[in-house]
């Protein structure tokens, strides 16, 4: 498998914190033929894809296709996979993402909360505990710390409720479970 160049690289990460892995707008100086040459050889291997822009939502666009419209581009699961991104724990945050409300009109985007940047490698405990929390079963503390190898306070408080819910968004929910005690799941 080829290995994405830095800048590739940088589009892909980039992609992977925005909703539905929106990949525009490029890294600053990045323009002109040079964007059409790292953007063409993206799109051959499969790494991203143009698809059309939603210029209601304020989609950014690639190009024009001439008859009113135009298109965007997204990174695709084989582009996430390419920088070792899991498409699930993506797609999770992307969804999370989604569903926070709107910043209000005087906000500027710095002051909104989707403009954090997230890459979440895969094979990283967080991937892990992302993919436990999206099993219908949800996990408990004590499976966690098991998985990890974590004190309980640790998975508790500085992944669950630190890194997972209150760094990235995501909407984790908690429910006592008779013989379990608590579990979270997280929605896929």
Sequence with gaps: MTTPSDTQSLIL???????GNLALPLPDGLVGAAAKMVVGKMIARGW?????ANLRR???MWRETGDGHGTTLIATE???EAIGIEPVVASAVVSARKAKPK???DQTPADDDTAKRVAIRAGTKQAQIIAMLQRPEGASIAEIVAATSWQAHTARGGAIFGALKKKLGLPITAEKVEGRGTVYKLPV
């Design 13 to 19: 990460s980039r992609a992977a914190t925005r909703p």
């Design 58 to 60: 304020g989609e950014p």
């Design 48 to 52: 991203l894809e143009e698809v059309e």
């Design 103 to 105: 910043p209000e009109p």
């Design 78 to 80: 084989a582009g996430l």
